[in-house]
C-alpha cells in the first residue's frame, strides 16, 4: 500500500532528512509540502522546502503558510541548530521551481477534500498552518486520514526550555487547537525521537552511496552535529522529523498511550505538553516507546537508496 502524505515544514536539517525519505520511501506518494516559520523565517523555509524538491528531483507542490504563531509574540528562529539559512554552513540555492497560489492552509484543505480519508498530514514543525486549516475548514477533521505531529514531551523534559520541545514552544495556541480537535492525532515528541540517533559515520556513509541526496545531507548534518556536540557533548543528531514520517508507514514499531495532552499556553512552562482529562478533550496518542534500531536503520536504508 501506498500512503499519500503531506508534509508539513520548517526546513531545518532533520526536516531535510525527513522530506528525502519521504521522496525515497516506496510506500509513500508525498503529495505536497505546506511551510512554516519555526526553525527558520518564513521565507526561507518556503524556499528551501522548493530546493528540496530540486534535489530529490520530483515534481512536488509546495505551499507557503505562516510566518508567525497565532497569539502569542514570535520566538528566537532555531538558527543555533540549523543555522540562519536553514542547511548549516551550506550556502543557499535559488530553487527552480515556484510557489502554489494557494496558501498552506487552503492547499491542506483542498488536498483532504479531493482525496477524503486517504491523506495524513505529518506535521513537523509549529503547528500554525493545521490551525489555520481547521479554521478555514473545520470538516477536514473528519476528511483526513491521521495527523502525525513531531512534537512534545510527556516525560522527556524539554529541549528549547527545561519544559518545552520547539515545535510546541513556537506556537503553543496552535498546538493546543490542533490536539482538541476531533481527528486522529499521534504525537512523536522527544520521548521517542531522543532515542533514535545517527552518527556523523551513518551520515558519511549515506554520502558515499547515495552521492546527491545524502551527499547533501551529510553536509547540511555538519552544523547539526557541531550544534549538539556543544549543547549536549553528544557524538551525533537526534532524528526527530524523519522519525515522525517512519510513524506514518510502521506504527507497531511505536508503544503508544491514547490520552488526552494539552499545552501550556503561558508563563514559566509556556511550550509545555502536559496530560489532561479525556473526558473533557479529545484523546490522542502518544508515543511512548520505540523501537529505535529499526526507525534508525530505516531511514539510512532508504537514504542509501537514492542518488
Ligand atoms: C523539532 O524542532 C526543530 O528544531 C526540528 O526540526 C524538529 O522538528 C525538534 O524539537
Ligand atoms: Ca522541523
Redesign the pocket.
Known sequence: MVQKIVIDT?P?I??AMAILFACLHPELELVGLTTVF??VTGDVAARNALVLVDIADQDIDVARGSDVPLVQDAKPY?WE??GREGFGDLPPREPQGTISNLTAAEFLCETVNRNPGEVVFCA??PLTNLADALALDPSIAEAVKSVVV??GSLDAGG?VTPAA???IWQDPHAANRVFSAPWDVTLVG?DV?HQVICSPADFAGLARAAPTIGGFLDGAAQYYFEAERNRNGMDGCYL??PTAVIAVIRPSWFRHRRAAVAVVETGKRVGATVWADSAVRHPVSVCVGVEADNVRRCFLETIRSGF
Do not use: C, I, Q
Open positions: 520548517d531545518g532533520d526536516d519555526g526553525n532555531a541548530f540549523h513537523v514543525g513531531m512534537g529541549n520541545e520547539a515545535n522527544l525521537t526527530h522529523d
